[in-house]
């Protein structure tokens, strides 16, 4: 496939980045082969401790055991806030851009911190307690971010919902990590549909005898039933208490907060992240992979209820200074413009969004980004999926004009922070490819016996040696962590998912593990052939799965979303099946190809490939945990128009 287009960094950039590649090389190289200096130095430089360590890095690895920063002491919430006071106070930490274009607010680091100290002091009061576990359950406004700092300050392990979730989706969650306090608010608001928040809570509550407090904003005038004694509305709670509240000390491995994973590959895991090499990994790369200078604006378009959110809208900018962006609606509301004018109206420096929104938006033509100025961006990132090549094109040249460059990094719930990214103004970038490790990663990939490939190749992607943010548990379940992460290939962690290497070293991740498909011998990556297949004009998004074939073993089943406006046809389809063997090879070409007006996706935004091969085999009356499935009626309409007869 022609994937190996290289844009070289440009010098411009390069003249401005914090490190340039032989820097990268020394420190990289340092990571790995004396991460206790490494990390102890960067502990110094990025993070404030009560106490410092007495060694930096102990324990199992290979047993999912380990501790970083041993016996120091600090706290999240204080170096996200408190530490910035005597240089920042001032300083906007948090711009909120509402649903509502007409809806903003700056919010300085003064603002946050008082903000911050009366909400911890209102748990507090309620009874919550270092180690207790707080479910927070939230629109994307201001109060969800000080609910999680709130947490950290008085060392409450919170546990983050997207506020898209269905009421038994958060009394799973709730139960799972026994949460006894909940903060939410009474309604929220995403492209103008109000989402009825505190209901949804009720509801779930219902099944959660052990709750005892809920804390509710009010985003919106409606009226939401309340009950006496477990309820109270946050705005009468803050009134009442003092706005100074004193950082619980921490130890470094003490849990900051559980979080649970997207679901695409089956039920949702409760990862565990703790205090100290969470908030480092989460500073650093947050610094390096987005070339952070003082100044910028940054956006991180996720939900909060994500890993990104946690890890690019909170800790990571908060804990170096930063100013972030915290946007409550969504990138096609009240039209396709939206994100590029949010960035015009914030003077947005560096933006980091997800393929999904991507290649949406990108279905809607050039128009709605070129009504917009996006002079103030230098820099754009991707996340959450393989980012299609043709994708990548589009964003660098349409969204950057050619200026911007693009970091598409790579990671996991588990992993807290970013793995394999390019650094900005550093890394030479390929379209398609997650590009180099970050400091302190050393990935592998291992053939099916569990062999190190050596040089160019693909594999299983695991990484070999502990890095701060690694996931110290599934809360609750150490075993499952166990099983899942470091059984497979015993003295490795395994990441689920596949990679290409290149001559260059570059990685490309082609997908899950499970969704490997094998066509007479040829292990085939899902993104390889869904990236063929965006490549066509009339295709906007692709995704791909096996089925059973007598001969083959397993064929190849393309769903296929065609741009706005464009008809289905068998011609068409025949087309499609051309084009993929001309990029890939007729080994790679789809026996079936359905048009799919949409994807099963996560609330995350991610593609369920798992639903779709369940579909692809007609095993259709059993499709596994569905519990975050954006759409089921999605799904309902694939099923009907299976194999598009
Ligand atoms: P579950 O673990 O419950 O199945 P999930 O893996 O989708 O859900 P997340 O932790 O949100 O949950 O997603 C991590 C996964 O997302 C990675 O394992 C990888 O498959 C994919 N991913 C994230 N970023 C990228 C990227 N830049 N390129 C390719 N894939 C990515
Ligand atoms: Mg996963």
Not at 30 to 48: H, M, R, V
Not at 362 to 375: D, F, I, K, L
Request: proline share 5%; net charge negative; with cysteine.
């Amino acid at each position: 496939m022609s994937q190996s287009h290289v844009y070289p960094v440009n010098p411009e950039q390069a003249s401005h980045s914090l490190i340039d590649k032989a820097g990268y090389q020394r420190m990289y190289e340092q990571s790995i082969n004396d991460p206790e200096t490494f990390w102890g130095e960067q502990a110094e430089q990025f993070l404030g401790f009560f106490q410092p360590w007495s060694k930096v890095l102990s324990g199992d690895f290979s047993k999912a055991d380990v501790s970083w920063f041993k016996d120091a002491k600090l706290n999240a919430c204080w170096n996200c806030v408190d530490r910035h006071l005597p240089q920042r106070a001032d300083q906007t930490a948090l711009i909120w851009e509402g649903d509502d274009p007409a809806d903003s607010l700056p919010i300085t680091y003064r603002d946050l911190h008082l903000a911050v100290c009366r909400l911890a002091n209102v748990l507090k009061q309620r009874g919550v307690k270092k180690g207790d576990r707080v479910c927070i359950y939230m629109p994307m406004i201001p109060e969800a971010v000080y609910a999680m700092l709130a947490c950290a300050r008085i060392g409450a392990i919170h546990s983050v919902v997207f506020g898209g979730f269905s009421p038994d989706a958060i009394k799973d969650r709730i139960l799972d990590s026994d949460c006894q306090s909940v903060i939410t608010a009474n309604q929220g608001i995403r492209g103008g549909k109000v989402i009825a928040l505190k209901d949804n809570v009720d509801k779930a509550l219902a099944n959660c005898p052990n709750v005892h407090s809920v804390i509710v904003v009010k985003r919106t005038n409606a009226e939401v039933s309340f009950k006496q004694g477990r309820d109270v509305w946050y705005h009468d709670a803050i009134d009442q208490v003092d706005d100074q509240c004193a950082a619980e000390v921490m130890d470094a491995e003490d849990p900051l907060f559980i979080l649970y994973t997207s679901g695409s590959t089956g039920k949702p895991k409760g990862v565990l992240h703790t205090t100290a090499g969470y908030l480092l990994s989460a500073a650093i790369s947050h610094k390096y992979i987005f070339d952070y200078h003082e100044g910028d604006v940054f956006w991180c378009s996720a939900d909060v209820g994500w890993v990104t959110g946690h890890s690019y809208i909170v800790y990571g900018p908060l804990c170096n200074g930063a100013t972030s962006l915290v946007f409550e609606g969504v990138p096609t509301y009240p039209d396709a413009s939206r994100f590029w004018q949010v960035i015009d109206k914030h003077q947005v420096t560096i933006f980091y969004t997800a393929p999904t929104a991507l290649r949406a938006l990108m279905s809607m033509g050039n128009e709605p980004v070129q009504a917009t100025s996006r002079q103030s961006l230098r820099l754009l990132g991707s996340v959450g999926e393989p980012i299609n090549p043709e994708a990548w094109e589009w964003y660098y040249n349409v969204v950057g004009e050619q200026r911007c460059p693009i970091v598409d990094t790579w990671w996991q719930t588990e992993t807290g922070a970013s793995m394999i990214s390019p650094l900005a103004g550093v890394t030479d970038l390929k379209p398609g490819s997650a590009t180099l490790p970050f400091f302190g990663v050393k990935p592998e990939l291992l053939d099916a016996d569990g062999n190190i490939i050596t040089g160019a190749g693909k594999g299983n992607l695991v990484i070999t040696q502990s890095w701060p943010s690694q996931i110290r548990t599934v809360f609750g379940d150490h075993q499952r962590c166990v099983d899942t992460y470091f059984t497979a290939y015993p003295g490795y962690y395994f990441t689920g998912d596949s990679a290409r290497r290149d001559e260059d070293g570059y990685y490309w991740i082609i997908g899950r593990v499970d969704d490997v498909i094998n066509v007479s011998g040829h292990r085939l990556g899902t993104a390889e052939i869904e990236s063929a297949l965006v490549l066509h004009p009339k295709v906007a998004e692709a995704a791909v799965v096996g089925f059973p074939h007598d001969i083959k073993g397993q064929a190849v089943y393309a769903y296929v979303t065609l741009m706005l406006g464009v008809e289905e046809s068998d011609a068409l389809r025949k087309e499609l099946v051309a084009f993929v063997a001309g990029e890939i090879g007729a080994f790679a070409r789809p026996d079936i190809i359905q048009f799919a007006p949409g994807l099963p996706k996560t609330r995350s935004g991610k593609i369920m490939r798992r639903i779709l091969r369940k579909i692809a085999a007609n095993e259709t009356d059993n499709l596994g945990d569905t519990s975050t499935l954006a759409d089921p009626s999605v799904v309902e309409q694939l099923i009907a128009n299976r194999h598009n007869r």
